[in-house]
Nanobody, 123 residues
C-alpha cells in the first residue's frame, strides 16, 4: 500500500506559478512511475504529466507542454509538478498517482491515488 499526499495548491492569478508536491509513504517509492492528473468540474480526469521511476522518461499533455515540469526526488519520496504561466483553464483538482508498471498516461494503470489539491487560476 502506498499513501500519497498532495500539497501546494491554491489560488493564483493568470500568468503566475505554483509548485505541487506529492509525498509518498513507502520507501519503495523509487520503484513506482508517477503521474499527475487533473479534473475540472463536469469533466473527466485527464493526464497532465508522468515520470518514470528513475525520472529518465517524462510525458506531458499538449496543453501544458513548455509550461509545466514534472520531477521527482526519490531520496525524499516526493514527486513535484512545477506549473508556470498558469491559465484559467488550468483550474482543476490535481491528483498524483503511482503505478507499479511502466510510465503511463492512462488513469486505470495507476494503483494508488492522493486525495487531490485544488488549483484555481483567476483571470
Amino acid at each position: 500500500q502506498v499513501q500519497l499526499v498532495e500539497s501546494g495548491g491554491g489560488l493564483v492569478q493568470a500568468g503566475g506559478s505554483l509548485r505541487l508536491s506529492c509525498a509518498a509513504s513507502r520507501r519503495t517509492f523509487s520503484t513506482y512511475a508517477m503521474g499527475w492528473f487533473r479534473q475540472a468540474p463536469g469533466k473527466e480526469r485527464d493526464i497532465v504529466a508522468a515520470i518514470s521511476w528513475r525520472g529518465g522518461n517524462t510525458y506531458y499533455a499538449d496543453s501544458v507542454k513548455g509550461r509545466f515540469t514534472i520531477s521527482r526526488d526519490n531520496a525524499k519520496n516526493t514527486v513535484y509538478l512545477q506549473m508556470n504561466s498558469l491559465k484559467p483553464e488550468d483550474t482543476a483538482v490535481y491528483y498524483c498517482a503511482a503505478t507499479g508498471g511502466p510510465i503511463s498516461t492512462i488513469s486505470y494503470d495507476y494503483d494508488y491515488w492522493g486525495q487531490g489539491t485544488q488549483v484555481t487560476v483567476s483571470s
